[in-house]
């Protein structure tokens, strides 16, 4: 896949005014310090969501519209400490909602920093996750962000035990790395066959 058009659709607080045109979305999430809007933005070729050296800065569902196809969607981070305890509720119960009962939601690129042991946040959202899958199509893909922190081995390593963690196979796994890029092709290609309706073959008897 190739990202050549994104329009920008807004910040949405509510599911009924988010677009009901019927587009497939994509959805990301991670926590708050995770490196998502430099993720987003490395796959898109350009500065389309905001970074900012304070975490929390994403609090609405925005939407951006990539090459009059799919909705990427950008969620609010999750599990930043400094946020007031009435304001995480609020954004918790807000991504529970969009996950719930979005009816074109496809997958979720859940993102983790490959530095860092899953926390209960990322374990809680990976079971719930998993068990929105057990009843519907919904995708999932976990990323591994800033990996350029780390040397070779060092990858494999966290690779395997964030894995262990999560319960999950590492081939659901991608590594990413906004400085260098790696993994972008990757990413782009994930979303490329999440998009492509699969063919069934009936055996004909």
Not at 97 to 121: C, G, S
Request: charged share 30%; net charge positive.
């Amino acid at each position: 896949m190739n990202i050549k058009d994104i329009d920008f659709c807004g910040s949405f607080a509510q599911l009924e005014k988010m677009p009901k045109d019927g587009l497939p979305e994509i959805a990301f999430i991670g926590r708050s310090n995770v490196g998502k809007s430099s993720l987003i933005n490395n796959m898109c070729n350009r500065k389309i969501a905001k970074t900012s050296s304070t975490p929390g800065k994403t609090q609405l569902i925005n939407f951006f519209k990539i090459n009059k196809k799919f909705y990427l969607v950008d969620l609010p981070g999750y599990g930043y400490a400094k946020v007031a305890p009435e304001v995480k509720r609020k954004w918790e119960t807000f991504i529970d909602i969009y996950l719930q009962r979005r009816e074109f939601l496809k997958a979720v690129f859940l993102l983790l920093d490959i530095r860092r042991e899953p926390n209960e946040h990322d374990r809680t959202l990976t079971s719930w996750i998993k068990s929105l899958s057990r009843t519907s199509d919904l995708r999932s893909v976990y990323v591994l962000t800033k990996a350029d922190k780390l040397g070779r081995s060092a990858i494999a390593k966290n690779k395997a035990e964030i894995a262990k963690s999560l319960f999950v196979s590492q081939h659901e796994m991608v590594v990413h790395s906004s400085v260098s890029g790696d993994g972008k092709k990757e990413l782009l290609k994930c979303i490329d066959d999440i998009l492509t309706p699969r063919t069934i073959v009936d055996d004909a008897e």
